[in-house]
Each structure stands twice: as structure tokens, then as C-alpha cells.
């Protein structure tokens, strides 16, 4: 337990403001040091500006007894201590607060901008910016190796493939990979600003559009939150189809993974099957809704298309025909020595590093912790249902890629199970008013790991601050050490295992 | 070494006979919309209003339809008493300028092909390289799924390539956000000319769901010129396809 004393909640379940205790900046930043020595992690850390100061609130997981822990502090000033060096999992949480609010981190190791985008506080800024000037985004201080025969490797923002823009700095020793920094906010659309000023009618399109490949988890999140701080509930049938979508979601991403890691160590059969079969999960989620990527499908109280008997039979024949094919292309994976020879120890992450980096879902569970939402924090149909957690214990490209594989056939068992047991009733309630002054964290596990919102609403019961934290947020850092006396070349085949988000962590 | 061969003839040919068969797309797809003009009552304003994009606003005809701003969601389908609005399962929904993105429901005209000359460049052999400048990743994922042996895009001689200097031309995801605005600047500096810029989503054509925010500019043609326009948040494969083989003159009609 921690020493003072924080809000217990759990996942999806509002609870007064009032009732979120405010410490000492020092006395909150001891819990968060804390957390990770007791068994939990800090799921989210931002600040909300209050008056002339800034808010900090601070949101920690504790896995095993199934509950959030929230405290605050507040920050006067235009600086904090910075506790990066004691607890390096808030390493990233504490240089947004530093580029958002314009706070100085003092002492952090690490202190540079995170997305490149105007402090929200005009007149401050945490670099030393003049501050009227924007950031320019991929300049910065990038840590440096210096010697004989020591190089640097730039890449990006724009890359070779058909994919998001981030900017990759490698030192090198050779081909050997000394440190690989990653440089973001190419893809900052500004969105948890969005949520709160803008129309009221586009805050769900842009949380389905967070991030692209994730839109059932992050609406799934937003709803959750909604239906939180409002008392609303959604209805048992909608919640069960929102947990085969959320799955669906999965198959399509670890499928499509599994294709490309093929694609990338030159072993082109199972890229080419895997690369068609991630188009038919894709496909049965426009069964469901029209669109292969769930938009339009979940909303809050519910969701807002129902499946006839008939629908549920042509998903069912469609879901047993796409196993089949999946469970022969992904199999040569595993019988193909070549393959293999590449996958294993190649990025690895060691369970003490993710564990301290706080690294979530798929590259937490490959490095063997037992990391899944949908069986620590459960809620809507994992509270009825639980989906076995798997875990390996390499955390090496061959760990992420035969994760997945486990992830595929857990997802197509639990769908074919409630596609027979669907419960009766209505798809869709309408949701209450947001009350006042409420606070509710919603969490989600999607396929790359857990999603956080955390939303606070303010007396006349609108929406005053919206927190997304992707699990790309966490895991980037993972990916970066997992290349580590590495060679360069292994870059995208361990690029590819972790396939994190670019644009869920720019926002 | 008999796996593969045996997993091979297991997994079959897969590829689509697009364009020689029309796609068939699932029941609740949203392809162009319809509009039951008789039914409007031209005087509620509901879908007007329910739009998230401002894509729809009312003539004396009836609604009228931005697709390039349209995010083919449902929000005005709900709001409209009348029942007026629907979406067909029409896939084709690109056209050469934004304008011919407008719409009082029903199919679009056919898109038009490059000219003469620029046909006689492209229209065997097309490479493009893809900016992604605040794109989702969701238009992201469905060009790149027109790689797989679905759509196997390489049989229509058009490729993805790795770098700016070997392309024709740019395909633009993304509403281009102020991080993006340079390199991407840069980008179509760096391909040679004549080249063609190809804006494929709601987002690369007007900003969309983003249109007006400080953190993006409002689409591809804010910044460089724009040659296609492919609407859809984000297009189906096939509309993103349809939209580059009418651009090159290999579908007609």
C-alpha cells in the first residue's frame, strides 16, 4: 500500500471529484515512485490547468487487487522536480506535462519535447522556446555516442513503406545498434483539445479516428467513460457485441503483424496469405457495420447495429473459413527453421526492463508479465467472459510474433462463443446527462494493449479535461531498448513486432 | 519442404477478378448516398445539423452532399424525420477536382482520366510514394492492403515505391498537420517532374473531421496541387482503386 492516502475506482466507474484527495507535489510523486515496488504501474499521469497553476493527476494500476488508485498535487510555478531517475516509467508522462504546461522538469535526464506543439499556457514554455515561436518538430538534442568509427543513422519522417511518419536516430558502432532514439509528434492532430472545445457532434468521429487501426478500442474507451460519468449503462447485448468487435479488431492487426514479420524476414508465403486474411477479419467487421474498420459502430449506450440470426451464421462460416487458412499460413512460421533462426533473440526486452519501463499488453505479456485489462480490470463482457491470458517469457521478436498466434486462437474461441450465446434485448439505451464534477477512468484492452482515457467534467457537467494515453505511449520506449546491440538491419523486423501507433501517441 | 507446397495449394488463388467482375460489397456498406428528394421538406435543417463536417447543407433540390468532407457515417441518416437519406453500395466516389465531389445523391460522373500526354507517361506504368501527414493509419492500412494478392495492385502497373525520387507522384493521407506541412513540402519537392498528387480520404481533401482545427491545415490542396481526389473515411480498397484506374484511363464508363 501506498502511504497517503488516494481515490480507489475501478475501470468505467465515476467518482466525485471531491473524493480524489489532493497531496503535496512530493507526497503524490513518493506514491508514484512507490507504485512499481507494490506490484502496480502508473496507467496515466497529466495535468489540467487550474487557475494560474497546473493540476497534476496521477492514475496507478493495481493489477492484482483490480482497482485504480487517483491522487493530485498541484504545481505553482513554471517548474517541477522531475522523478524520471527514480521511477523511469513516468519518464514520457513527465515531458508531456513539460511541453503542455509549459512546466520545467528539473532533473529529468531526459528533458526534450514529446510532440513539438505550442505550450498550452501561453507564455511558458519547459525548453527555454521563445515562446510565441512554434517547435520545430524532429529538432531537438538528441543523445549523442561520440569515438572512432561511431555513426549516426537518421530515418524518416517520411519512410519507405506505407506508413505513419516518425523521425528514428540510431548511434551505431558498425552495424551494431549502441542507442536508438525515437523522435514523434509528426501526427499531432491536437485531439484531446478537440474533445473538449470543439462541436459536440465530431468528438465521437475523432476518437473513432485516434488511432485508425484501433477504432473499436478507443470508442469502446470513450463510451465506457461517457456511460461512467453519466450512470448510464449500455445494454448486455451491445456489450457482448462490442467485445466481439474489440476481438475482431485484434484478429485483423495480429494477423496482418504476423504477415508483415514474414514479409520482413523474407519468407513470403505466409506474408501473402496472412496479408488476404487480415482483409477478412477486416471484412466481417463491415458485416457487422458497414465499415472494415468498426466505424459508426460503437456509441455511447450501446451500439448501433444489432445482427440478425442470419448475420450471425454468414460470420460464423466466414470466422471457421478464416482460422482454417490463418492456422495453415501462420503454422509454416513456426516449422520454418530459417524463420525462426531470425525471430529468436533477436529485440529482446527482459521482464525486469518492461516491468520498469511499464510497457502494456502484447510486449508486456512477451517479456512474461501478466498484463491484460480484460482480465485485471475487467469490464462490460469480460466481467461475464474471460479470455485465458497468455504470456511467453523470451520478450525476443519470436515471443511478440507467437503471442500473437495464442492471442488468434483465444479471440476466434471467445467470438464463436458469444455468436451462440448473444444475449436478447435491445442493442442501444440513451445515455444520461454527464453529472458535475465527476472523474471516471476507462480502460480497454485493444490489440496493442491497454487503452486509458481518463475524462473530468466540471459543475455544469461538460467535459473539462480528456486524457488518452494509447498503449503506444508505453511501449515506444520498449521498442528503443529492445534494439540494443542489435543490428540496424533488425530494425523493421522489430519494428514490426511491436507495430505501435504513431498517431494514438501524437494525438 | 512439402508444407509450403502443400500449404500453397490448400490457401488457393486469391486474387479478385476486378475490374472484370464488379466487386460485392458487404450489405451494410456506405457507398454513395441517396437522397429520396420527394420525401425533404427543405425547411428542418436535422441532417444539416447532425453533420459532424458540415458536408451536407440544403438547396431547393434537397440535401446536398460534400463527399470530400463526408465521413459516410450514419449521424444524418438518424437525424433526418423524413427518412430521405440512405447510402448505396456504390463504390466509385473519386473525382479530378473537389467540387465534383458534390453531390445530390446518386452516383457521381465518371471520373476523368490524365490527359494525352500525362496518359501517355502513366497510364502503363505508375509509381507513387505515399505521405502519411496525420492520417489515422486506417487510409494507411487500406492502400497498403491494395499490395496483397487481393488486389495485387503491381498487375495494373501501378506500385508503391520506396522513395520520393523514383515516383510519379504522391498519394496524400491525412489532413497535413503543421508537423507534416514541411515534409511534405519537401516531399513532392523531391518528385520529379510532371508529377500527379493524389489526396485519398476526407481528411486529405478538406481536413475533415480535423477541417479547421490549429494543430492541421485543411487537406492535401492547402499545400501542394491535387490531381484525384478519392472520398471516404477512410475509402474502401476498391475506391481507392476504382479512383487510380479511371485517373490512368484503364476503366472507363
Redesign the interface.
Known sequence: MTDISLARLHNGVAVPLGKVPTHPLADLQAALIAAPTQHRRVAAYFGRPLGDAIELVAVIAADQEGWLEVGRAIVHGDAFASITTACPQVHLFEREIAETWGLAPVGHPWSKPVRFVRSRRAGHGAFGQPTEAPLTVGVTDFYRVEGEEVHEVAVGPVHAGVIEPGHFRFQCYGEQVLHLEISLGYQHRGIEHAVIDGPKQRVIHQLETLAGDTTIGHTSAYCQAVEGLSGSHAPARAQALRGIALELERLANHTGDLGALAGDVGFLPTAAYCGRLRGDFLNLTAQLCGSRFGRGLVRPGGVAFDVDAERIRDVQTKLDAALRDVKSAVRLLWTTASVQARFEDTGPVSANMARELGLVGLAARASGLRRDVRKSHPSGIFQFVHIPLSTWHTGDVFARAYLRWLEIERSVAFIKKQLTELPSGTTRRACNPLRPEQLCVSLVEGWRGEICHVAMTDPSGALATYKVVDPSFHNWTGLAMSLRNQQISDFPLCNKSFNLSYCGHDL | MF??LA??I??GH?TSRYPRVAPT??D???GAPTVDAAKCTRSCQACVA????GALSLSERGPVFDLGRC?????CIEACPQKALGFSRDHRLSARTHAELVTHGGPLPATRALDKKMKKLFGRSLKL?????????????????L????FDLGRFGIQ?V???RHADGLLVT??V????K??LEK?YAAVPNPKIVIATGA?AISG???AE????HNGADSVVPVDLYIAG??P??FTILDGLLRLTGRLAG
Open positions: 508444407r509450403p500449404t500453397r490448400m490457401q486469391r460489397l458487404p451494410r456498406f456506405r447532425a453533420c459532424p463536417t465521413l459516410f457515417c450514419t449521424d510514394r505515399q505521405v502519411s501527414a496525420g492520417g489515422c493509419n486506417a487510409c494507411e492500412a487500406d492502400v497498403n492492403v499490395s496483397t494478392i487481393v508503391v520506396a522513395s520520393p491525412g489532413p498537420t503543421e508537423n507534416m514541411r515534409a516531399t481528411c475533415g473531421i480535423y482545427r490549429p494543430e492541421t473515411c477512410p474502401h480498397p
